[in-house]
């Protein structure tokens, strides 16, 4: 089952965020025009090493089962690209979500 959910941030912009049951795992991600947040599948080495040249925007939480949790987590990993925004790793989601909007 998929679940779409719009977001409203405290600066006013509205996010969406995502939720993907799997059997044994839920996804999670919360997006904007720029950039996104995710539970703890998101392979941010990846996104740094493999896919440097897409400078992408995002940020991991680990131990998230919801998408508030997502929003209120600390950021345990980011991009470079993040980190030239301002995002940076124990920033809460919500607060990492407001600088990608």
């Not at 993907?20 to 947040?37: C, E, Q, R």
């Not at 440097?52 to 919801?66: C, E, F, M, Q």
């Not at 995002?87 to 979500?97: E, N, P, S, Y």
């Amino acid at each position: 089952m998929m679940r779409m959910v719009p977001i409203t941030l405290g600066n006013g912009a509205t996010v969406l965020g995502v939720e993907v049951k799997l059997p044994k795992t839920t996804l999670l991600a919360i997006t904007t025009d720029t950039g996104y947040i995710m539970c703890g599948a998101l392979d941010v080495g990846l996104l740094n090493d493999r896919l440097k040249d897409r400078g992408i925007v995002a940020g991991r939480a680990v131990g998230v089962k919801t998408l508030e949790e997502l929003l209120d987590a600390p950021l345990e990993s980011v991009t470079a690209t993040a980190e030239s925004l301002g995002i940076v790793v124990g920033m809460r989601g919500w607060d990492a979500l407001a600088l990608m909007v």
